[in-house]
């Protein structure tokens, strides 16, 4: 699966979104944030779909709505104009995310193909996140700003 393409998305560098994902496949915080892309928060990017919970995706859309709505208000509100996700906080979650999808038979199961829709060419979960729909909300919903940076 390639997330945002045939756009092209271009970073405060100048670098694309997919020359940024080329090394290890299609990453992001929350599923919604990708370091140096200020502003660009995405609904259904990698890693979105929780293992289960019983949350349908059109409710999904809606927590991940009100969550970029929660960091643009706030930029807003302090006079800020970018909002992104600190490279260090992305790159936790991502080692996090691996950690915990490492624990799963989809991940372990000998004979397994290299490549499918759920595990990518790099062999990381791209679709899934690994947690439950409890603790999946719980991130989405419980903004970390320590993990952010608004200028």
Known sequence: MKYLWPAEYLGKDGTSI???WAPDGPRAYLSM???NFPNMFMLYGPNSQPLSGGTGLPVWYVIWSAYAARLITRAITEG???VEVKQEAFERYNKELDAEASTLLLLQEEGAPEENYYI???GRMQVNAPWYGPEY???CTEVDWDDLELS
């Open 18 to 20: 997919h020359d940024f």
């Open 33 to 35: 944030m990708v370091p």
């Open 80 to 82: 800020k104009t970018r």
């Open 120 to 122: 990518n060419e790099h």
């Open 137 to 139: 909300h719980r991130m």
